[in-house]
T-cell receptor, first 113, second 113 residues
Framework: DSGVTQTPKHLITATGQRVTLRCSPR?????VYWYQQSLDQGLQFLIQ???????AKGNILERFSAQQFPDLHSELNLSSLELGDSALYFC????????????FGPGTRLTVL | AQSVSQHNHHVILSEAASLELGCNYS??????LFWYVQYPGQHLQLLLK??????LVKGIKGFEAEFIKSKFSFNLRKPSVQWSDTAEYFC???????????FGTGTSLTVIP
């Protein structure tokens, strides 16, 4: 157990819908990272938040957004869902801004039908 | 942009065989290097990491990796694999001055008893 929690574990929805994935970092960690893992593209970095502020952006679609709240939990919002958004979404946390190790959550499996 | 290549997508070995998984990255600056493992149904866990110093890094469960700067490589090795090493292995790179992590597409290792 890494100490990072993600909910829900599984999510099934339809195209065009909007969903919210939630992540709680390890106690004391200020950075939260979101990743998308799909079969054809591997693990893709989406976005990083540090202490409530966006600090790095990767291959995140405009239909996706994220935020980190004062209690440091983070939410990833996915809207206008497409079949291709079906994937595992991982959250990771680390203690500091400059990464030297990340701790991953168990992931949320999103299926878009 | 940085990229990480893992050339072996699927590896099948018998128990006690030696393992070497390749990882090459493209980035001209100073990097931090990682190997993560994902056991079936579990989250990603850190196997080992390299920041600086001795280029031969030892990790958990008997794994080691060697950083060869001239070859932009960070190959993972284990002298004798066990059935319990069956998992997906990911190489990752982080620029020393950045927050983004770049992951390879992963290598699926199956160890046959």
């Amino acid at each position: 157990d890494s100490g990072v929690t993600q909910t829900p574990k599984h999510l099934i929805t339809a195209t065009g819908q909007r969903v919210t994935l939630r992540c709680s970092p390890r106690s004391g960690d200020l950075s939260v990272y979101w990743y998308q893992q799909s079969l054809d593209q591997g693990l893709q970095f989406l976005i990083q938040y540090y202490n409530g502020e966006e600090r790095a952006k990767g291959n995140i679609l405009e239909r996706f957004s994220a935020q980190q709240f004062p209690d440091l939990h983070s939410e990833l919002n996915l809207s206008s869902l497409e079949l291709g958004d079906s994937a595992l979404y991982f959250c990771a946390s680390s203690p500091r801004l400059w990464v030297n190790e990340q701790f991953f959550g168990p992931g949320t499996r999103l299926t878009v039908l | 942009a940085q990229s990480v290549s893992q050339h072996n997508h699927h590896v099948i070995l018998s128990e006690a065989a030696s393992l070497e998984l390749g990882c090459n990255y493209s980035y001209g600056g100073t990097v931090n290097l990682f190997w993560y493992v994902q056991y079936p149904g579990q989250h990603l866990q850190l196997l080992l990491k390299y920041f600086s110093g001795d280029p031969l890094v030892k990790g958990i469960k008997g794994f080691e990796a060697e950083f060869i700067k001239s070859k932009f490589s960070f190959n993972l090795r284990k002298p004798s694999v066990q059935w319990s090493d069956t998992a997906e292995y990911f190489c990752a790179v982080n620029a020393n001055t950045g927050n983004q992590f770049y992951f390879g597409t992963g290598t699926s290792l199956t160890v046959i008893p």
